[in-house]
């Protein structure tokens, strides 16, 4: 069984800062890539950061140098720092972890955690 638990959501202020985390936990998975997502309402799903377990990074242009991926392999977690937010920010973000289990390849979602921005 694969869990995928993000925290960290919430509200801030324009120009301000949060902090998310993503855990996964897992037996006979292994896990490759985790990566953070986001959709607004009446929007698609967009990449907004995603890293591998070498430690490759892949932003999307709305994230890129502002939002700072990391991850602790050992502890099968991913934070994902978010500073300046702004007023194109606010949506639900969800933590993805990609994967295998035996040969198949696999990716497990969390539930998400909002992310608001308003004064």
């Known amino acids: 069984q694969v869990r995928v638990v993000e925290s960290g959501g919430g509200l801030v202020q324009p120009g301000g800062s949060l902090r998310l985390s993503c855990t996964v936990s897992a037996s006979r998975f292994r896990l490759y890539a985790m990566g953070w997502y986001r959709q607004a309402p009446g929007e698609e799903r967009e990449l907004v950061a995603r890293?591998?377990?070498?430690?490759?990074?892949r932003y999307g242009d709305t994230a890129k140098g502002r939002f700072t991926i990391s991850r602790d392999n050992a502890k099968n977690t991913v934070d994902l720092q978010m500073n300046r937010l702004e007023s194109e920010d606010p949506a639900v973000y969800s933590c993805?972890?990609?994967?295998?289990?035996?040969?198949?390849?696999?990716?497990?979602w969390g539930q998400g955690t909002k992310v608001t921005v308003s004064s």
């Open positions: 993805n972890a990609e994967g295998n289990i035996g040969a198949e390849k696999v990716d497990y």
């Open positions: 890293i591998t377990i070498d430690g490759s990074t």
